[in-house]
Each structure stands twice: as C-alpha cells, then as structure tokens.
C-alpha cells in the first residue's frame, strides 16, 4: 500500500508520517529528510541542493523523480510505504504514476491530505525545532522536548531550520499554493484523497487519519 502525505509545510504531515509508519511498519520516505541528509553528508546531490533548500523553493523534478526512484528500490519498501513531501509538483505526481504502474505498487492508494488556514502555519513554522540527528520535530508550544533544546529521541540538540524563518515560511507557502496545492484536485479526481483538519490536535488528527488507514488495509 502506498501513502502520500500532501499539505502545506508546517501542516503536520512529518508527524503524522512518522506515526503511521510506526504503527503499520511502513517505512517512511521524505524527500526533505533524504535531501537533508544529503547536504550534511556534503555529497554532490547535497551540494547541489543546499541553497536551493535554504531559499525554500522546490529542487528541479528530474532530480526528485530519480531520488524517489531509488529509494523505493529500497529492500525495506516490501508491501508498502509512506511518502512525506512527495510529489509536490503535477509533474512529479504524473511522473511517480508513470513510475509505479510497473512497479509491484501498481498506483497510489491513498493521499491524507492535512488541511491548515495559512495563519496558523506561519505560527507553527516559527516554534518548530527540529533535531538534525533523527529527524524528530519539536513545536514550542504544543509539544516541546522535555528538556529545552534537547531532542527526547537520540539527545542531540535541537536547531531551527534555516528554511523556518518567517521570510523564508512565507516564501515555502507561496510556493505550497503555486505549485503543490492543484495536486489536492489532481487526487480527488483520481478518487484517493481524504481530507483531514490538520489544524485539530496532534492526537485527535491521527485517530481520524488511522481510521481511515485501518479499513483501507481491511479492504
Ligand atoms: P520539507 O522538509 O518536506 O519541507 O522539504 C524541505 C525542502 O526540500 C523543500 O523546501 C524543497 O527545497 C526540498 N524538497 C523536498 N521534497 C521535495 C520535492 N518533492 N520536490 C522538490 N523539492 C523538494
């Protein structure tokens, strides 16, 4: 079964993600944590992505169609997986069916799409630290590390992402309404897309997202 995580930056959609992914043992794929692995390690994807990620605009779709191919070459990606921040383009949506159709995936299953008023977005970028070691997410206000810049998972400290600033959020969101949101009518055409109020709890979003997931794996 696959899983696509679609939503504006800051819905919540890592989080949820993660949740899922522990809880029906999918692996999680998100390009942004793949893409920023790579530009800790210094590799040449990494070099040539950096600034564009820093800038928060969106790397070309040659290069994410090939990252993505390759991951889910993967030997853990077995009867399923969860994407998180990928396809964020009608290109890389129509390029990732054109992938899957000869692959044992087939298509698409479902897309939890993570709805969220702009406003409360830029709140939510602006208290969120992340841990550049396991990839955790922390909001300061919602759901803080127990111990101030510490991540609760591994211990490392937490940093704000260079692309959370509040220009750089307004830019990311700019780019979330030009270039990713058309994918929300691109999948409801395709009759996968589950709409979800992102903007409710962390707990109480996951309760609707799983109920959704447990009968779609019944069926
Ligand atoms: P994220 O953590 O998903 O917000 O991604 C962080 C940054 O990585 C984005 O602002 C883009 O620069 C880049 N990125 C991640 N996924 C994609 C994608 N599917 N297409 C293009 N750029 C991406």
Redesign the pocket.
Known sequence: MLIVFLGP?GAGKGTQASRVSAKYGMPKI????M?REAVAAGSDLGQRVAS??DA????DDAT?AQVVRERLLKEDVTTGAILD?????RV?AEGFDALLAGTRHGSVDLVVFLDVPEDRLVERLSNRRACPSCGANFQLDLNPPAKAGVCDRCGAGLVQRE?DSEQVVRD?LEVYRRQTEPLVAYYRDHGVLERFDGADSIGDVFVAIDEVISRAVRA
């Open positions: 930056p998100s390009t942004g944590d893409l564009i990620m928060g605009v969106l790397v994410m921040g990928y396809p964020r383009t890389q692309d990311r």
